[in-house]
C-alpha cells in the first residue's frame, strides 16, 4: 500500500459513519443505526502520514483486507458496502 495522509484517512472515516472520541490518539468508532460498534481504529496526533505498516494494522482492525482499505480510502469502497462486508462477517448485527 502506498503511503496515506493522516487527515486523508481521518476525513474518509468520518464519512463513512465513524465518530472521533480524542484521548492520547484519535479513536474512530463506528456507527451502525445510530449505536457504537465494536469497530474501531485510531490514529495518532503525532504522525502526519502512515506507511504501509501501519495501514496493514488498521484494515485488521476495520476488518477489511489491504486492498479493501485503500477502495476504502480512495472512495470505491462505500459505506453501505463496507456494512455489508461487516454484517457478512458477523463483526455487527443487524
Known sequence: MKPRKTKE???QLLKKGF???KRDHTFFYLYY???KTSIYTKL????KEYSDNLLSQ???QLSLSNSELEDF???PLSY???ISILLKQN???V
Do not use: L
Not at 44 to 47: A, L, P, Q, R, V
Open 9 to 11: 484517512i481521518s476525513s
Open 19 to 21: 465518530m472521533s472520541e
Open 33 to 35: 443505526k445510530n449505536k
Open 44 to 47: 495518532s496526533h503525532s504522525i
Open 58 to 60: 488498521m484494515a485488521k
Open 73 to 75: 480510502i480512495d472512495c
Open 80 to 82: 453501505d458496502k463496507f
Open 91 to 93: 463483526k455487527i448485527q
